[in-house]
Each structure stands twice: as C-alpha cells, then as structure tokens.
T-cell receptor, first 109, second 112 residues
Framework: GIQVEQSPPDLILQEGANSTLRCNFS?????LQWFHQNPWGQLINLFY???GTKQNGRLSATTVATERYSLLYISSSQTTDSGVYFC???????????FGTGTRLQVTL | AAGVIQSPRHLIKEKRETATLKCYPI?????VYWYQQGPGQDPQFLIS???????DKGSIPDRFSAQQFSDYHSELNMSSLELGDSALYFC???????????FGPGTRLTVT
C-alpha cells in the first residue's frame, strides 16, 4: 500500500511566524487531502489537492503530483493553529485514505 | 452546509461489552468509510461501503462488523470489547465519482 511520510514531526512557532509542512508519498495518488486535528480531536478538512495550488486565507497548499509530494504553508500563525496536521492520500476512485504520522504544531505567544 | 453526523459522540463501555456506532453521511453521498484513531496515532482505515455493499476492508478485527443501510447511514458494531479498542472512531463520506472524503466529528470510545 501507499506509504506517507510527513515532516517535521514537531514544530514550535511564535505567533506571527510562517511555516511549511511537507508530505511525501511512496506512490502516485489521485486523492490527497490535508487535515487539521484540533485539541478536541475533530478532523477539519483543509484542502483537497491532488495537484496544483490552492489558497484559503492564511493557508495554502501545493501538490507536485509527478514528484509525489505536497506542501502546506501556514502564514502569520496564530495560537488557534495549534494541533496536529495530517496529510492523507488514496489511489483509485473512492479509495481508502492512508494517513501520514502528522506534524504536531504548537504556536506560542 | 450539512455535515457527516456521528452518534454517540462519547461512549464508555466495559470489557467484553458490545457497542454500536452510527454514521449519517452528507445527503446524496453514497460512500461511507470508517477509520480508527488510537491515542497518539494517525487514523487507520477499517472498512468502506458503496451503495450498501462493502467496497474495501482494512485491518478490522473479526469482532467488528459494519453495514450500510438503504438510507445510506452506516453502523459499526463492536463486540467483546477490549481495552485496546479505546479510540476515536471517524466516519467519512463521499459522493460517487468524486474522491474527497468529508469526516464526521468522531465517536470517542473508552473501554474500561
């Protein structure tokens, strides 16, 4: 099956700083999603981005499908951005998602 | 916009008891997925259904079973519960012909 690697595993930022999270896939995927898991455990959909670039407010994501990686950019970080960020990928139509091990982000004042 | 609904949100059971988790997908979504997330781990795929038929199966214990009903809601039945079954259980849904999965808020199961 697909292997998903995320880096860095942990990240501590001061409020206002920018960061880049990376996700590498062992094989081609046609579904790639980024999630934020908040301290209450909820998985929040951030992006569905099998290829290309998308932006939503202070967050943006880029996927280079040919090189099997995706990047999540967080700009002007806020304490509410704290939590775990997961990327997940799937191959085939309506296929299961394989999650990475996540990046645990802590934003401090 | 309507989201995926899961019930109950929290459940406490004792070892060897049975639990039933319910999932109501987004209206018109016909594919349902179940994931299990243990403490400090990433979500792991359990099972999925498309049009009431099982479409894929992951590392789901034989003690667990699931089905999708005619109204597309799904239930995950867990028997002979073990301490290691304590986890967050997520349901996700998608629309046929699309890949994006939308996750519910999860059910936190604690087995004592």
């Amino acid at each position: 099956g697909i292997q998903v690697e995320q880096s860095p595993p942990d990240l501590i930022l001061q409020e206002g700083a920018n960061s880049t999270l990376r996700c590498n896939f062992s094989d081609s995927v046609n579904n790639l999603q980024w999630f934020h898991q908040n301290p209450w455990g909820q998985l929040i959909n951030l992006f569905y981005i099998p290829s290309g670039t998308k932006q939503n407010g202070r967050l943006s994501a880029t996927t280079v499908a040919t090189e099997r990686y995706s990047l999540l950019y967080i700009s002007s970080s806020q304490t509410t951005d704290s939590g775990v960020y997961f990327c997940a990928g799937g191959a085939g139509t309506a296929s299961k998602l394989t999650f990475g091990t996540g990046t645990r982000l802590q934003v401090t004042l | 916009a309507a989201g995926v609904i899961q019930s109950p949100r929290h459940l406490i059971k004792e070892k060897r008891e049975t639990a039933t988790l319910k999932c109501y997908p987004i209206p018109r979504h016909d594919t349902v997925y179940w994931y299990q997330q243990g403490p400090g781990q990433d979500p792991q795929f359990l099972i999925s259904f498309y049009e009431k038929m099982q479409s894929d199966k992951g590392s789901i214990p034989d003690r667990f079973s699931a089905q999708q009903f005619s109204d597309y809601h799904s239930e995950l039945n867990m028997s002979s519960l073990e301490l290691g079954d304590s986890a967050l259980y997520f349901c996700a849904s998608s629309l046929a012909g699309t890949d994006e999965q939308y996750f519910g808020p999860g059910t936190r199961l604690t087995v004592t």
